[in-house]
């Protein structure tokens, strides 16, 4: 792991309820009062300034859908709840929606008992606020909502003790919706939504996984990356990043109507976001008090997954795009980085295939096809008797084949899904051979036959963000290093000179000359707006 300054997320949507019990219904009365007697049952717009931020607040009202209680003084046949809104700059946006609360509420024409947590809690009466906006953290909701208070009651002339919703909150009180962003250049987005993006790759990670419900959504209505939704229920986060809690979903989207033409329009660019909700957690809320740990683990999820796709993670005007509400700067506190579990994931399944077709025998050969003929699972002696060998033969050749098959209980069957996918797709072929079987596994996945165990390139050039434009040993190819490299030993960062020699090792190891590099530049950051150009150079080692 690793900790450095990142680029600082910022929110979008948030969602919740703040519950306020020292003062029971008092505030919800004195509101109803300022509404009806002051306000004739609308305040109008009234411009205030918060913080030097100019406001524009109103208070409204509409009828719920609980009885009011004998002892309370209203003609009306169901209590309202009053709906104070702000909007600030931009698309900054607060709205509240503030409700009773007691014990043994009823409903207004029914009569049947609405259940609430004050029938349970010593409290028996207090207020509840519902909570929703944009673009605002979740403790300026919190302060905003006493300051609007105050505003509407200056404005009506009617005193509010200016207690109300300023004390504790309940610990009853919770977010619902909590989503953060980063505005990403176009050029960038199919590092996150293309063929090898890492959208696809977390669906590969997840889908070979029990008890995953792993999704993803793809709109590209009107541009590649439209709307791309990743939904990772609780189990699914956690396998991405360990001690993560908490389901999640993440997004790569454009505004409703796309910008085509001007690059300089923020919103031509799109944003990537990690969003929290309740429904991807067992339909659970959060609690109030865990607004930090929420924070933390989306800004934990959003930074590392801009990260495995290779974005720079550091401050960069030519990566990120400012917008009203989202400023390219560097973030406060630094978040954990994490390695990519994906290509980790994916080499070591594409190797361990390519290293089974390497040494394939014929009997091999014969339960693949036989297990890809008829549905990927079979008792072994179904194998036996459908492969034409014995008993023994069968299982010397699971355990030849372990780690690509499973025999769980008697059940011969793929030890995953891809797997399953892959080996079909290479078994179908009509001139499969084994004479031929390693050469079209290692063109199918872009490997070296003499690599099967590992690849050190794509090892290299994940750890590294790196990555070979052009064909080696050829003019015009560049191998480009995204990561903060330095010519200095004193430096933290990694040196030029020993992450080149590096390239050379891997490059050898896979089984190719280091001579083909020979003819390479080199592209690296020596800070996040700063590139440097070399030329690659094999006699390092």
Same mark, same amino acid.
């Given at each position: 792991?690793?900790?450095?300054?990142?680029? &600082?997320?910022?929110?979008?949507?948030?969602?919740?309820?703040?519950?306020?019990?020292?003062?029971?219904?008092?505030?919800?009365?004195?509101?109803?009062?300022?509404?009806?007697?002051?306000?004739?049952?609308?305040?109008?717009?009234?411009?205030?300034?918060?913080?030097?931020?100019?406001?524009?607040?109103?208070?409204?009202?509409?009828?719920?859908?609980?009885?009011?209680?004998?002892?309370?003084?209203?003609?009306?046949?169901?209590?309202?709840?009053?709906?104070?809104?702000?909007?600030?700059?931009?698309?900054?946006? &607060?709205?509240?929606?503030?409700?009773?609360?007691?014990?043994?509420?009823?409903?207004?024409?029914?009569?049947?008992?609405?259940?609430?947590?004050?029938?349970?809690?010593?409290?028996?009466?207090?207020?509840?606020?519902?909570?929703?906006?944009?673009?605002?953290?979740?403790?300026? #909701?919190?302060?905003?909502?006493?300051?609007?208070?105050?505003?509407?009651?200056?404005?009506?002339?009617?005193?509010?003790?200016?207690?109300? #919703?300023?004390?504790?909150?309940?610990?009853?009180?919770?977010?619902?919706?909590?989503?953060?962003?980063?505005?990403?250049?176009?050029?960038?987005?199919?590092?996150?939504?293309?063929?090898?993006?890492?959208?696809?790759?977390?669906?590969?990670?997840?889908?070979?996984?029990?008890?995953?419900?792993?999704?993803?959504?793809?709109?590209?209505?009107?541009?590649?990356?439209?709307?791309?939704?990743?939904?990772?229920?609780?189990?699914?986060?956690?396998?991405?990043?360990?001690?993560?809690?908490?389901?999640?979903?993440?997004?790569?989207?454009?505004?409703?109507?796309?910008?085509?033409?001007?690059?300089?329009?923020?919103?031509?660019?799109?944003?990537?976001?990690?969003?929290?909700?309740?429904?991807?957690?067992?339909?659970?809320?959060?609690?109030?008090?865990?607004?930090?740990?929420?924070?933390?683990?989306?800004?934990?999820?959003?930074?590392?997954?801009?990260?495995?796709?290779?974005?720079?993670?550091?401050?960069?005007?030519?990566?990120?795009?400012?917008?009203?509400?989202?400023?390219?700067?560097?973030?406060?506190?630094?978040?954990?980085?994490?390695?990519?579990?994906?290509?980790?994931?994916?080499?070591?399944?594409?190797?361990?295939?390519?290293?089974?077709?390497?040494?394939?025998?014929?009997?091999?050969?014969?339960?693949?096809?036989?297990?890809?003929?008829?549905?990927?699972?079979?008792?072994?002696?179904?194998?036996?008797?459908?492969?034409?060998?014995?008993?023994?033969?069968?299982?010397?050749?699971?355990?030849?084949?372990?780690?690509?098959?499973?025999?769980?209980?008697?059940?011969?069957?793929?030890?995953?899904?891809?797997?399953?996918?892959?080996?079909?797709?290479?078994?179908?072929?009509?001139?499969?051979?084994?004479?031929? &079987?390693?050469?079209?596994?290692?063109?199918?996945?872009?490997?070296?036959?003499?690599?099967?165990?590992?690849?050190?390139?794509?090892?290299?050039?994940?750890?590294?963000? &790196?990555?070979?434009?052009?064909?080696?040993?050829?003019?015009?190819?560049?191998?480009?290093?995204?990561?903060?490299?330095?010519?200095?030993?004193?430096?933290?960062?990694?040196?030029?000179?020993?992450?080149?020699?590096?390239?050379?090792?891997?490059?050898?190891?896979?089984?190719?000359?280091?001579?083909?590099?020979?003819?390479?530049?080199?592209?690296?950051?020596?800070?996040?707006?700063?590139?440097?150009?070399?030329?690659?150079?094999?006699?390092?080692?």
């Amino acid at each position: 792991m690793s900790r450095v300054r990142q680029i &600082a997320t910022a929110p979008h949507e948030c969602e919740g309820n703040l519950i306020f019990t020292e003062n029971g219904l008092s505030p919800y009365w004195i509101l109803g009062r300022l509404l009806i007697q002051r306000f004739d049952g609308y305040s109008g717009e009234i411009e205030t300034e918060v913080d030097g931020e100019e406001w524009t607040v109103n208070l409204k009202y509409q009828k719920s859908g609980i009885a009011p209680r004998l002892q309370d003084d209203v003609t009306n046949e169901r209590l309202y709840e009053y709906r104070i809104s702000g909007y600030g700059r931009g698309e900054r946006k &607060a709205n509240f929606l503030i409700q009773p609360r007691f014990a043994d509420m009823r409903h207004y024409e029914t009569g049947d008992q609405v259940s609430t947590p004050f029938d349970n809690i010593p409290e028996d009466e207090g207020v509840n606020v519902r909570f929703a906006g944009s673009n605002l953290e979740p403790l300026e #909701f919190r302060r905003l909502l006493p300051t609007f208070v105050q505003v509407l009651a200056r404005e009506g002339n009617l005193p509010i003790n200016t207690d109300y #919703f300023a004390g504790e909150v309940h610990g009853m009180s919770n977010i619902t919706t909590y989503e953060r962003y980063v505005r990403l250049n176009r050029s960038w987005s199919p590092k996150v939504v293309g063929r090898a993006g890492i959208m696809q790759r977390l669906m590969h990670l997840c889908a070979t996984e029990k008890g995953s419900k792993f999704e993803y959504r793809v709109d590209n209505e009107d541009i590649v990356g439209y709307n791309h939704r990743v939904r990772l229920p609780t189990p699914d986060a956690k396998r991405l990043i360990s001690g993560h809690r908490f389901g999640k979903q993440i997004k790569h989207y454009h505004p409703k109507y796309v910008r085509e033409d001007d690059e300089t329009d923020p919103l031509y660019h799109p944003k990537v976001g990690v969003l929290l909700k309740k429904k991807l957690n067992s339909n659970r809320s959060f609690r109030w008090e865990d607004h930090r740990k929420l924070r933390r683990e989306i800004d934990e999820t959003l930074i590392n997954v801009l990260s495995w796709s290779g974005v720079p993670v550091q401050v960069d005007q030519t990566t990120y795009v400012p917008d009203d509400h989202f400023d390219a700067v560097a973030s406060e506190k630094p978040v954990e980085l994490f390695a990519d579990p994906t290509p980790e994931l994916e080499t070591e399944q594409n190797a361990m295939i390519l290293q089974t077709f390497v040494g394939l025998r014929e009997s091999d050969e014969r339960v693949l096809e036989t297990l890809v003929t008829d549905g990927g699972k079979q008792h072994p002696n179904e194998l036996a008797e459908n492969t034409g060998r014995s008993i023994s033969t069968v299982y010397r050749t699971l355990d030849r084949l372990r780690g690509v098959l499973r025999n769980d209980n008697a059940c011969v069957s793929f030890a995953s899904k891809k797997f399953e996918q892959d080996i079909t797709a290479i078994v179908e072929q009509v001139e499969f051979g084994i004479e031929n &079987a390693a050469d079209r596994v290692s063109k199918l996945y872009n490997l070296e036959t003499k690599s099967a165990s590992s690849n050190a390139w794509q090892q290299f050039c994940t750890k590294y963000s &790196a990555s070979l434009v052009g064909v080696a040993d050829e003019e015009d190819t560049t191998l480009r290093i995204d990561t903060i490299l330095s010519k200095l030993k004193s430096s933290s960062n990694p040196r030029i000179q020993d992450v080149l020699a590096e390239a050379v090792d891997a490059w050898r190891s896979i089984g190719r000359d280091p001579l083909e590099l020979r003819t390479a530049d080199v592209q690296w950051r020596s800070d996040p707006d700063a590139w440097e150009y070399g030329k690659v150079n094999p006699t390092l080692r």
